[in-house]
Each structure stands twice: as C-alpha cells, then as structure tokens.
C-alpha cells in the first residue's frame, strides 16, 4: 500500500514569513513528486513538479526533493494572505498511471 | 484553452435518481480519472482510464460506472444515487502513458448532493 503523508495543520504564519510543507512517501521507486494548491471550494492546481534530489525554485515556491530519506518539502517565500489554502502532495510511481495524493496540509497566513 | 471541462457544476438529486457526470479535455490527453473528494478523507480515486477504449477501478468504485467515449471523453454515472455518495467529484487528465511522469490537470469539479 503506497502512502503519502502529510501534517493536516492548520500551519499558521505571519504575512512575509516562509512556509514550510512536508510530505513523506513509502514507495522507495517513486519518480514524480507534484504540489497541488487547493482554495477553499476550488479544484487543486498544480504549483510545482520535480523529479531529481535537491531544490527547484520558480518565484517565491521552491520543492525540495530527498529521495533517500523519502520526503519532498515545499517553501514559500514571503508568504502572502492569498497564500492561504490546502497544499496537496502527489507522488507517482515509473509504470503507475496513478499519483498517491496525501491528504494536504492547511495553510493560513496571516496579516 | 479550456482545459478540463466539467458539466454540471452543482446538482441536487433524490435518492435513488439516476445521472451522468460529464468530463471533457481539450489538451489531447491520454489519461482521464474521477476522483471524489470529502471533508478529511481526501482525494479518492474512482475510476481511471489511461487510453481510449480502457477503464479501470480505483480505490472506491462501488455505485458508479464510466465510459471513456472517445480521447476527449469522460463520464461518469451513479446509477442509483445514495446519500454516501454526497460528494464534490473532480475529473483529471493527464498527457501520456502510465509510464511518464506528467502531473494532472484537474477540472473545476462537480458539487452533488443526493437527499
């Protein structure tokens, strides 16, 4: 049974701060990581993809990729209210047509 | 670009009332998924279809049914609508074969709520 895990939160920080999101994974020949952002009543949307060990940056969201000790991580930078929402982690399998999805972490960032 | 296409976006049904999820991509994608989403459980894989002609169960299939009705097309039907099955329903397409490592595209979603 491949599982994904992630803290539910609610992760509460301060406007301008970083955010740190965890996700830990069992499946040892996972290939594909992804970050989904979920607003409240809305679909997920994908924010960031990566493949290789070590960091992928693209504005203010950088992942971070561990496979020996099985965990990708998300930053956000200067985090803003808009940041608010559930961040979702998927991790797929070479050979699998389906991502394990954890259940998300709640973010809220506050002013 | 439309992306991933749901219809409709909100529906009231009885119990025991039939419908039909619709689900259209327009990005040319392989593989097509349902997923249903509740508080605290998650995202949870219905049925997928990783090329025209092909469908498969995922995690919680009972009480639903799909055709995959050409490589844009995705449906889903609930035969005989159950309370349990009061849900926020998302249709996801992905570009290639199980063998990539292409994320998801998800549609807005469909919000049911069987009484």
């Known amino acids: 049974q491949k599982e994904v895990e992630q803290n539910s939160g609610p992760l509460s920080v301060p406007e301008g701060a970083i955010a740190s999101l965890n996700c830990t994974y069992s499946?040892?020949?996972?290939?594909?990581f992804f970050w989904y952002r979920q607003y409240s009543g809305k679909s997920p949307e994908l924010i960031m993809s990566?493949?290789?060990?070590g960091d992928k940056e693209d504005g203010r969201f950088t992942a971070q990729l561990n496979k020996a000790s099985q965990y990708v991580s998300l930053l956000i930078r200067d985090s803003q209210p808009s940041d608010s929402a559930t961040y979702l982690c998927?991790?797929?399998?070479?050979?699998?047509?389906?991502?394990?999805f954890g259940r998300g972490t709640s973010l809220i960032v506050h002013p | 670009n439309a992306g991933v296409t749901q219809t409709p976006k909100f529906q009231v049904l009885k119990t025991g009332q039939s419908m039909t999820l619709q689900c259209a991509q327009d990005?040319?994608?392989?593989?097509m998924y349902w997923y249903r989403q509740d508080p605290g459980m998650g995202l949870r894989l219905i049925y997928y279809?990783?090329?025209?002609?092909?469908?498969d169960k995922g995690e919680v299939p009972n009480g639903y049914n799909v055709s995959r009705l050409n490589k844009r097309e995705f449906s889903l039907r609930l035969e005989s609508a159950a309370p349990s099955q009061t849900s926020v329903y998302f249709c996801?397409?992905?570009?290639?074969?199980?063998?990539?490592?292409?994320?998801?595209?998800f549609g807005d979603g469909t919000r049911l709520s069987i009484l």
């Open positions: 996801a397409s992905s570009p290639g074969t199980g063998t990539d490592n292409q994320p998801q595209h």
């Open positions: 499946d040892r020949v996972s290939q594909s």
């Open positions: 990566i493949y290789s060990n």
């Open positions: 998927a991790v797929k399998s070479g050979g699998s047509y389906i991502p394990t």
């Open positions: 990005m040319n994608h392989n593989s």
């Open positions: 279809s990783a090329s025209e002609g092909t469908t």
